[in-house]
């Protein structure tokens, strides 16, 4: 069972940047997927970004040009760097982990974007 911790998230104001932190209880290089998804109240949940364990990367459109996901295999943790934040992205975001078998989640963070 591997626990995923989210650190980073806290309120912003428009044009701020921020950067998330997913730390892995175990090692991430047998993880094929990991990833950052959010969910705005009323709405569901959806993928921000991922990057593959060869470190292929895929954005949802609506922040391409603005976040960037990397992983550390050495620390165990996946980054999620935010810049040019918009209101639109306040949300809860959650980290994820795949293997071929299975999928993990963490507790999520808290974003906030507002003046």
């Known amino acids: 069972q591997v626990q995923l911790v989210e650190s980073g998230g806290g309120f912003v104001q428009p044009g701020g940047s921020l950067r998330l932190s997913c730390a892995a209880s175990e090692s991430i290089s047998r993880l094929r997927v990991m990833g950052w998804y959010r969910q705005a109240p009323g709405n569901q949940r959806e993928l921000v970004a991922i990057i593959t364990h060869i470190g292929n990367k895929n954005y949802v459109d609506s922040v391409k040009g603005r976040f960037t996901i990397s992983r550390d295999n050495a620390k165990n943790t996946v980054a999620l760097q935010m810049n040019n934040l918009k209101p639109e992205d306040t949300a809860v975001y959650y980290c994820?982990?795949?293997?071929?078998?299975?999928?993990?989640w963490g507790q999520g963070t808290q974003v906030t974007v507002s003046s």
């Open positions: 994820n982990a795949q293997t071929l078998v299975r999928e993990y």
